[in-house]
Protein backbone atom coordinates (compact mmCIF):
# COMPACT_ATOMS: atom_id res chain seq x y z
CA UNK A 1 0.00 0.00 0.00
CA UNK A 2 2.72 2.74 -1.29
CA UNK A 3 0.53 5.89 0.40
CA UNK A 4 1.28 7.89 3.23
CA UNK A 5 -1.07 10.87 4.76
CA UNK A 6 2.98 12.97 4.03
CA UNK A 7 6.53 11.91 3.10
CA UNK A 8 8.89 11.59 6.22
CA UNK A 9 12.15 13.30 6.11
CA UNK A 10 14.26 9.98 5.49
CA UNK A 11 12.14 8.27 3.49
CA UNK A 12 13.63 6.23 0.92
CA UNK A 13 10.94 4.28 -0.03
CA UNK A 14 8.42 3.18 -2.86
CA UNK A 15 5.74 5.31 -1.70
CA UNK A 16 3.90 8.59 -2.35
CA UNK A 17 2.03 11.13 -0.43
CA UNK A 18 -1.51 10.68 -1.30
CA UNK A 19 -2.11 14.00 -2.59
CA UNK A 20 0.42 14.01 -5.04
CA UNK A 21 -0.01 10.07 -5.64
CA UNK A 22 -1.63 9.75 -9.45
CA UNK A 23 -4.09 7.38 -7.86
CA UNK A 24 -6.62 6.86 -4.79
CA UNK A 25 -5.60 4.44 -2.51
CA UNK A 26 -9.63 3.47 -2.88
CA UNK A 27 -8.58 2.37 -5.99
CA UNK A 28 -5.44 1.06 -5.74
CA UNK A 29 -7.07 -1.08 -2.90
CA UNK A 30 -9.70 -2.08 -5.47
CA UNK A 31 -6.95 -3.21 -8.12
CA UNK A 32 -5.04 -5.26 -5.37
CA UNK A 33 -7.92 -7.21 -4.40
CA UNK A 34 -8.67 -8.42 -7.68
CA UNK A 35 -4.83 -9.15 -8.46
CA UNK A 36 -5.46 -11.50 -5.40
CA UNK A 37 -8.59 -12.86 -6.74
CA UNK A 38 -6.47 -13.23 -10.06
CA UNK A 39 -4.01 -15.36 -8.63
CA UNK A 40 -5.96 -17.32 -6.36
CA UNK A 41 -8.24 -18.92 -9.43
CA UNK A 42 -4.76 -19.79 -11.07
CA UNK A 43 -4.42 -21.63 -8.04
CA UNK A 44 -1.09 -19.77 -6.69
CA UNK A 45 -2.77 -18.88 -3.38
CA UNK A 46 -3.92 -22.16 -2.39
CA UNK A 47 -2.44 -22.10 1.24
CA UNK A 48 -0.84 -19.06 2.58
CA UNK A 49 1.10 -19.47 5.96
CA UNK A 50 1.55 -15.94 6.53
CA UNK A 51 0.92 -12.86 5.05
CA UNK A 52 1.90 -9.12 5.62
CA UNK A 53 -0.33 -5.74 4.81
CA UNK A 54 2.63 -3.09 4.36
CA UNK A 55 3.90 -0.28 3.10
CA UNK A 56 4.05 2.83 2.67
CA UNK A 57 0.74 3.21 5.54
CA UNK A 58 -1.80 0.69 5.06
CA UNK A 59 -4.12 2.35 7.82
CA UNK A 60 -4.46 5.47 5.55
CA UNK A 61 -7.05 3.28 3.76
CA UNK A 62 -9.29 3.73 7.19
CA UNK A 63 -11.93 1.30 7.88
CA UNK A 64 -11.62 0.20 4.18
CA UNK A 65 -8.63 -1.61 5.27
CA UNK A 66 -10.59 -4.20 7.13
CA UNK A 67 -11.77 -5.04 3.93
CA UNK A 68 -8.59 -6.00 2.74
CA UNK A 69 -7.53 -7.99 5.51
CA UNK A 70 -10.74 -9.75 5.45
CA UNK A 71 -10.06 -10.44 1.63
CA UNK A 72 -6.09 -11.77 2.57
CA UNK A 73 -7.87 -13.65 5.46
CA UNK A 74 -10.04 -15.51 3.25
CA UNK A 75 -8.01 -16.11 -0.01
CA UNK A 76 -5.99 -19.28 1.27
CA UNK A 77 -7.20 -22.82 2.28
CA UNK A 78 -7.71 -21.51 5.95
CA UNK A 79 -6.32 -17.81 7.16
CA UNK A 80 -2.60 -17.33 7.85
CA UNK A 81 -1.66 -18.18 10.63
CA UNK A 82 0.40 -15.11 10.93
CA UNK A 83 -1.65 -11.61 9.37
CA UNK A 84 0.49 -8.75 9.95
CA UNK A 85 -0.78 -5.43 9.27
CA UNK A 86 1.79 -2.24 9.18
CA UNK A 87 0.15 1.10 10.62
CA UNK A 88 1.29 4.36 11.74
CA UNK A 89 0.03 5.49 15.00
CA UNK A 90 -2.05 8.35 13.86
CA UNK A 91 -4.14 6.69 11.93
CA UNK A 92 -4.38 3.54 13.98
CA UNK A 93 -7.28 4.45 15.86
CA UNK A 94 -8.64 1.99 18.26
CA UNK A 95 -11.72 1.50 16.28
CA UNK A 96 -9.87 0.40 13.11
CA UNK A 97 -7.52 -1.85 15.04
CA UNK A 98 -10.40 -3.61 16.82
CA UNK A 99 -11.85 -3.71 13.40
CA UNK A 100 -8.71 -5.62 11.69
CA UNK A 101 -8.45 -7.72 14.06
CA UNK A 102 -12.23 -8.76 13.56
CA UNK A 103 -11.28 -9.57 10.59
CA UNK A 104 -8.75 -11.85 10.76
CA UNK A 105 -5.55 -10.10 11.30
CA UNK A 106 -3.02 -10.85 14.37
CA UNK A 107 -0.36 -8.84 14.59
CA UNK A 108 -0.01 -5.02 13.84
CA UNK A 109 3.06 -3.61 13.06
CA UNK A 110 3.73 0.19 14.35
CA UNK A 111 6.16 2.47 12.94
CA UNK A 112 6.62 4.45 16.40
CA UNK A 113 11.26 5.24 15.48
CA UNK A 114 10.65 7.84 18.61
CA UNK A 115 9.05 8.91 21.48
CA UNK A 116 10.35 12.61 21.48
CA UNK A 117 7.57 14.75 20.15
CA UNK A 118 10.26 17.35 19.33
CA UNK A 119 12.27 14.57 16.73
CA UNK A 120 9.28 13.11 15.49
CA UNK A 121 8.63 16.62 14.02
CA UNK A 122 12.17 16.99 13.12
CA UNK A 123 12.37 13.80 11.26
CA UNK A 124 8.70 14.27 9.41
CA UNK A 125 6.92 12.03 11.35
CA UNK A 126 2.89 13.17 11.71
CA UNK A 127 2.01 11.38 15.14
CA UNK A 128 3.00 12.29 18.98
CA UNK A 129 4.62 9.80 21.61
CA UNK A 130 1.11 9.82 22.84
CA UNK A 131 -0.63 8.56 19.83
CA UNK A 132 2.16 6.19 19.32
CA UNK A 133 2.18 4.62 22.97
CA UNK A 134 -2.00 5.00 22.94
CA UNK A 135 -2.16 2.56 19.55
CA UNK A 136 0.24 0.08 20.93
CA UNK A 137 -2.15 -0.45 23.94
CA UNK A 138 -5.01 -0.05 21.56
CA UNK A 139 -3.77 -2.88 19.70
CA UNK A 140 -3.04 -5.15 22.36
CA UNK A 141 -6.63 -3.99 23.62
CA UNK A 142 -7.88 -5.47 20.07
CA UNK A 143 -6.23 -8.57 20.33
CA UNK A 144 -3.47 -8.04 18.45
CA UNK A 145 0.38 -8.71 18.95
CA UNK A 146 1.62 -5.10 18.50
CA UNK A 147 5.19 -4.68 17.37
CA UNK A 148 6.70 -1.53 17.61
CA UNK A 149 9.56 -0.18 15.18
CA UNK A 150 12.12 2.15 16.76
CA UNK A 151 14.99 4.27 15.22
CA UNK A 152 18.63 4.74 16.74
CA UNK A 153 21.24 7.24 15.50
CA UNK A 154 18.29 10.23 15.38
CA UNK A 155 19.33 13.47 16.16
CA UNK A 156 19.24 14.97 19.21
CA UNK A 157 18.63 11.61 21.02
CA UNK A 158 21.96 10.80 22.45
CA UNK A 159 21.86 10.39 26.30
CA UNK A 160 20.02 7.31 26.96
CA UNK A 161 16.83 8.59 25.00
CA UNK A 162 15.94 5.37 22.71
CA UNK A 163 16.40 2.99 25.88
CA UNK A 164 13.83 5.30 27.48
CA UNK A 165 11.87 4.85 24.64
CA UNK A 166 12.28 1.37 24.20
CA UNK A 167 11.33 1.13 28.06
CA UNK A 168 7.82 3.14 27.36
CA UNK A 169 6.96 0.88 24.33
CA UNK A 170 7.09 -2.63 26.44
CA UNK A 171 4.97 -1.21 29.48
CA UNK A 172 2.41 0.20 26.34
CA UNK A 173 2.14 -3.79 25.52
CA UNK A 174 4.51 -3.82 22.75
CA UNK A 175 5.73 -8.09 22.29
CA UNK A 176 7.91 -7.60 19.23
CA UNK A 177 10.97 -4.45 18.77
CA UNK A 178 13.21 -3.64 15.92
CA UNK A 179 15.47 -1.49 16.41
CA UNK A 180 16.98 0.32 12.87
CA UNK A 181 19.75 2.55 12.48
CA UNK A 182 18.25 5.47 10.55
CA UNK A 183 19.92 5.53 7.20
CA UNK A 184 20.81 8.94 5.20
CA UNK A 185 19.50 9.07 1.64
CA UNK A 186 20.24 11.35 -0.57
CA UNK A 187 17.02 13.13 -2.46
CA UNK A 188 15.18 12.69 0.81
CA UNK A 189 14.96 15.90 2.77
CA UNK A 190 16.83 14.86 5.78
CA UNK A 191 19.78 13.81 2.73
CA UNK A 192 19.58 17.43 2.17
CA UNK A 193 19.56 19.18 5.68
CA UNK A 194 22.61 16.93 6.34
CA UNK A 195 24.86 17.73 3.40
CA UNK A 196 23.73 21.14 3.74
CA UNK A 197 24.84 21.16 7.01
CA UNK A 198 21.52 22.31 8.70
CA UNK A 199 21.49 18.93 10.65
CA UNK A 200 24.05 17.13 12.21
CA UNK A 201 23.64 13.30 13.63
CA UNK A 202 25.65 11.75 15.99
CA UNK A 203 28.73 9.94 14.94
CA UNK A 204 28.76 5.96 14.26
CA UNK A 205 30.54 5.08 18.17
CA UNK A 206 27.31 7.12 19.98
CA UNK A 207 24.97 4.80 17.24
CA UNK A 208 27.08 2.35 18.00
CA UNK A 209 26.56 2.23 21.63
CA UNK A 210 22.88 3.11 21.60
CA UNK A 211 22.53 0.25 19.77
CA UNK A 212 24.31 -2.01 22.36
CA UNK A 213 22.40 -0.05 25.23
CA UNK A 214 19.20 -0.38 23.50
CA UNK A 215 19.79 -4.69 23.02
CA UNK A 216 20.78 -4.55 26.69
CA UNK A 217 17.42 -2.74 27.74
CA UNK A 218 15.14 -4.92 25.74
CA UNK A 219 17.19 -8.61 27.07
CA UNK A 220 16.67 -6.90 30.93
CA UNK A 221 13.09 -6.62 29.17
CA UNK A 222 12.90 -10.37 28.94
CA UNK A 223 12.84 -9.72 24.85
CA UNK A 224 15.30 -12.12 23.42
CA UNK A 225 16.85 -11.04 20.28
CA UNK A 226 16.81 -13.27 16.92
CA UNK A 227 17.82 -11.42 14.00
CA UNK A 228 19.58 -8.04 14.03
CA UNK A 229 17.56 -5.57 14.96
CA UNK A 230 14.41 -8.17 15.95
CA UNK A 231 13.62 -8.79 19.57
CA UNK A 232 10.50 -10.28 20.75
CA UNK A 233 9.20 -11.74 23.94
CA UNK A 234 8.54 -15.61 23.58
CA UNK A 235 6.42 -16.66 20.98
CA UNK A 236 6.12 -13.53 19.67
CA UNK A 237 8.99 -13.87 16.63
CA UNK A 238 7.28 -12.64 13.37
CA UNK A 239 7.15 -16.40 11.26
CA UNK A 240 6.71 -14.03 8.28
CA UNK A 241 9.52 -12.23 8.74
CA UNK A 242 11.50 -15.64 9.33
CA UNK A 243 10.42 -16.47 6.56
CA UNK A 244 12.04 -14.12 4.24
CA UNK A 245 15.27 -15.66 6.10
CA UNK A 246 15.19 -18.75 5.32
CA UNK A 247 14.59 -18.87 1.79
CA UNK A 248 10.55 -19.56 2.27
CA UNK A 249 9.12 -18.63 -1.14
CA UNK A 250 7.37 -15.17 -1.15
CA UNK A 251 4.86 -13.43 -3.44
CA UNK A 252 4.47 -10.11 -2.91
CA UNK A 253 1.62 -7.69 -4.80
CA UNK A 254 1.62 -4.19 -5.54
CA UNK A 255 4.07 -1.46 -6.59
CA UNK A 256 7.22 -2.24 -4.84
CA UNK A 257 6.71 -5.09 -3.60
CA UNK A 258 9.56 -7.85 -3.90
CA UNK A 259 8.70 -11.88 -4.74
CA UNK A 260 11.32 -14.83 -4.30
CA UNK A 261 10.04 -18.02 -6.17
CA UNK A 262 12.19 -20.99 -7.35
CA UNK A 263 12.02 -22.40 -10.64
CA UNK A 264 8.89 -24.32 -10.77
CA UNK A 265 6.83 -21.36 -9.35
CA UNK A 266 8.58 -18.87 -11.86
CA UNK A 267 7.80 -21.12 -14.73
CA UNK A 268 3.97 -21.69 -13.30
CA UNK A 269 3.93 -17.32 -12.86
CA UNK A 270 5.04 -17.16 -16.79
CA UNK A 271 2.40 -19.07 -17.95
CA UNK A 272 0.38 -16.36 -16.86
CA UNK A 273 2.36 -13.14 -16.81
CA UNK A 274 3.63 -12.55 -20.41
CA UNK A 275 6.00 -9.72 -19.13
CA UNK A 276 8.26 -12.20 -17.38
CA UNK A 277 11.14 -13.18 -19.48
CA UNK A 278 12.24 -16.89 -20.18
CA UNK A 279 15.22 -17.21 -18.28
CA UNK A 280 18.64 -19.67 -18.81
CA UNK A 281 18.20 -23.54 -17.55
CA UNK A 282 21.09 -23.00 -14.92
CA UNK A 283 19.19 -20.22 -12.80
CA UNK A 284 17.06 -21.77 -9.77
CA UNK A 285 15.77 -19.07 -8.07
CA UNK A 286 13.89 -15.75 -8.56
CA UNK A 287 13.89 -12.34 -7.51
CA UNK A 288 10.85 -10.13 -8.40
CA UNK A 289 10.02 -6.42 -8.13
CA UNK A 290 6.48 -5.31 -9.07
CA UNK A 291 7.05 -2.04 -11.50
CA UNK A 292 3.76 -1.30 -12.07
CA UNK A 293 3.24 1.94 -10.92
CA UNK A 294 0.08 2.37 -8.77
CA UNK A 295 -2.41 3.42 -11.51
CA UNK A 296 -1.71 0.35 -13.21
CA UNK A 297 -2.41 -1.48 -10.20
CA UNK A 298 -5.51 0.57 -9.58
CA UNK A 299 -6.75 -0.73 -14.08
CA UNK A 300 -5.12 -4.05 -13.47
CA UNK A 301 -7.93 -7.05 -14.36
CA UNK A 302 -5.68 -9.44 -13.54
CA UNK A 303 -2.00 -10.75 -12.62
CA UNK A 304 -1.15 -11.11 -16.61
CA UNK A 305 -1.12 -7.01 -16.60
CA UNK A 306 1.97 -6.56 -14.25
CA UNK A 307 5.12 -5.66 -14.60
CA UNK A 308 8.25 -7.06 -12.89
CA UNK A 309 12.02 -6.64 -12.82
CA UNK A 310 13.47 -9.93 -12.22
CA UNK A 311 16.77 -10.98 -10.87
CA UNK A 312 17.75 -14.66 -11.60
CA UNK A 313 19.94 -16.72 -9.01
CA UNK A 314 22.07 -20.07 -9.61
CA UNK A 315 22.18 -22.86 -7.22
CA UNK A 316 25.60 -21.52 -6.18
CA UNK A 317 23.90 -17.63 -5.97
CA UNK A 318 20.93 -18.81 -3.90
CA UNK A 319 23.44 -20.82 -1.33
CA UNK A 320 25.60 -17.97 -0.70
CA UNK A 321 22.19 -15.85 -0.03
CA UNK A 322 20.45 -18.61 2.33
CA UNK A 323 23.69 -17.99 3.80
CA UNK A 324 23.84 -14.36 4.37
CA UNK A 325 20.24 -14.39 5.22
CA UNK A 326 21.29 -17.05 8.13
CA UNK A 327 23.53 -14.82 9.43
CA UNK A 328 21.29 -12.04 10.30
CA UNK A 329 19.73 -14.57 12.51
CA UNK A 330 20.80 -15.45 15.91
CA UNK A 331 20.43 -19.06 15.05
CA UNK A 332 23.07 -18.70 12.11
CA UNK A 333 23.87 -21.20 10.12
CA UNK A 334 22.76 -24.51 11.21
CA UNK A 335 24.64 -28.12 10.41
CA UNK A 336 23.10 -28.83 7.40
CA UNK A 337 23.18 -25.58 5.47
CA UNK A 338 26.99 -25.46 6.18
CA UNK A 339 27.29 -28.83 5.02
CA UNK A 340 25.87 -27.91 1.79
CA UNK A 341 27.67 -25.11 1.49
CA UNK A 342 31.08 -27.15 1.72
CA UNK A 343 29.55 -29.39 -0.92
CA UNK A 344 28.54 -27.35 -3.34
CA UNK A 345 30.60 -24.09 -2.84
CA UNK A 346 33.68 -25.71 -1.82
CA UNK A 347 37.31 -23.81 -0.57
CA UNK A 348 35.97 -20.78 -1.13
CA UNK A 349 33.21 -21.27 1.79
CA UNK A 350 35.85 -23.08 4.12
CA UNK A 351 38.25 -19.79 3.49
CA UNK A 352 35.59 -17.35 4.07
CA UNK A 353 34.47 -19.23 7.48
CA UNK A 354 38.02 -19.78 8.41
CA UNK A 355 38.04 -15.97 7.77
CA UNK A 356 35.11 -15.02 9.92
CA UNK A 357 35.84 -17.32 13.08
CA UNK A 358 39.13 -15.27 12.86
CA UNK A 359 37.87 -11.86 13.15
CA UNK A 360 35.66 -13.05 15.91
CA UNK A 361 32.45 -12.46 13.50
CA UNK A 362 31.83 -15.89 13.84
CA UNK A 363 31.31 -18.33 16.66
CA UNK A 364 31.18 -22.37 16.04
CA UNK A 365 28.90 -23.87 18.67
CA UNK A 366 28.50 -27.60 19.84
CA UNK A 367 25.58 -28.46 17.98
CA UNK A 368 27.40 -27.13 14.64
CA UNK A 369 25.95 -24.22 13.93
CA UNK A 370 28.05 -21.02 13.09
CA UNK A 371 26.36 -17.78 14.93
CA UNK A 372 26.67 -14.69 14.75
CA UNK A 373 29.21 -13.48 17.52
CA UNK A 374 27.98 -10.40 20.05
CA UNK A 375 30.10 -7.51 17.91
CA UNK A 376 29.07 -9.09 14.32
CA UNK A 377 25.81 -6.96 14.47
CA UNK A 378 27.33 -4.22 14.53
CA UNK A 379 29.30 -4.71 11.59
CA UNK A 380 27.37 -7.13 10.33
CA UNK A 381 27.99 -5.65 6.52
CA UNK A 382 31.39 -7.42 6.41
CA UNK A 383 29.58 -10.84 7.81
CA UNK A 384 27.03 -10.47 4.81
CA UNK A 385 29.90 -8.97 2.41
CA UNK A 386 32.29 -12.23 2.92
CA UNK A 387 29.15 -14.93 2.07
CA UNK A 388 27.66 -12.98 -0.70
CA UNK A 389 31.07 -13.04 -2.58
CA UNK A 390 30.52 -16.25 -2.97
CA UNK A 391 28.82 -15.81 -5.84
CA UNK A 392 30.40 -13.19 -7.67
CA UNK A 393 28.52 -11.80 -11.12
CA UNK A 394 25.39 -13.06 -9.65
CA UNK A 395 22.37 -12.57 -9.27
CA UNK A 396 21.56 -12.25 -13.54
CA UNK A 397 19.61 -8.90 -14.52
CA UNK A 398 16.65 -10.28 -16.53
CA UNK A 399 14.50 -7.66 -17.17
S1 LIG B 1 5.57 6.14 6.85
FE1 LIG B 1 7.21 4.84 6.06
S2 LIG B 1 6.79 4.66 3.85
FE2 LIG B 1 5.56 6.39 4.63
S3 LIG B 1 6.81 8.20 4.26
FE3 LIG B 1 7.26 7.51 6.35
S4 LIG B 1 9.03 6.13 6.16
FE4 LIG B 1 8.14 6.40 4.11
Redesign the pocket.
Known amino acids: MPF?R???A??D?T?WAISRAETTPAAYEAGLERLLGGLSELGFLGHLETAYIG???PSVLGQSLTELVARVASTGDAPPEELTVEA?PESATAELLRAVHAAGATRVSL?VQSLDDGVLALI??LHTAEQALGAIQGASRAGLAPAADLMAGLPGEEGGALARHIECVIAAGATHVSVYPLEVHGGTALGRAVSQGKLVLPDEDAVADELEEAARTLEEHGFHRYEIASFARRQAQSAHNIGYWTGTPYLGLGTGAASMVPRALYERLREHIPSLPEAAASLERFRLTCVSPPAAIARAEGPCELAFEVEGLSARAALAEDLMLAVRRTRGIGPELSASAREHLGSPYERAVERLLDLELLEAHQDGSLRPSASAWLVSNELFGALWELAPDEPVNLA
Open positions: CARCYCFSGGTNGGR
